[in-house]
C-alpha cells in the first residue's frame, strides 16, 4: 500500500517536471512494534530511520514529540531562573523567610 502510494506520487510529481532526492528522502513506519517498512524509489530503497525532526519537533517511531519534554525542562528553568515561588496551602503564597 504504501509502495502504490509512493510510486502514485513519483508519477505525478514527474508530470510536473519534479523529482523526489532519493538521498534525503526516508522513511519511518509508527506501529505498535516497531519494524522497517521497505519503499522503493527508482530501484533504490529508503532508508529508514528512528526519528525525525519536522517544523522543530522531533517525531521518534513510537509516535511521541520530545519538544514536549523540550518545553517541560524550559518552563522549569525559567521558574528557577525568575524564582517564582509555588502556591502554598489555600493558594495563598508562603511567606519567605529573609
Avoid: A
Amino acid at each position: 500500500m504504501l509502495q502504490s502510494m509512493t510510486d502514485k506520487l513519483i508519477e505525478i510529481g514527474r508530470c510536473y517536471g519534479m523529482e523526489m532526492n532519493v538521498e534525503k528522502t526516508k522513511v519511518m513506519r509508527i506501529p505498535r512494534k516497531p519494524s522497517p517498512v521497505t519503499i522503493m524509489i527508482d530501484q533504490k530503497q529508503l532508508d529508514n530511520v528512528e526519528y525525525f525532526k519536522y517544523l522543530g519537533s522531533t517525531l521518534t517511531n513510537d509516535g511521541r514529540f520530545i519538544i514536549i519534554i523540550i518545553i517541560i525542562i524550559i518552563i522549569i528553568i525559567i521558574i528557577i531562573i525568575i524564582g517564582i515561588q509555588p502556591l502554598g496551602r489555600f493558594g495563598q503564597r508562603p511567606e519567605l523567610s529573609q
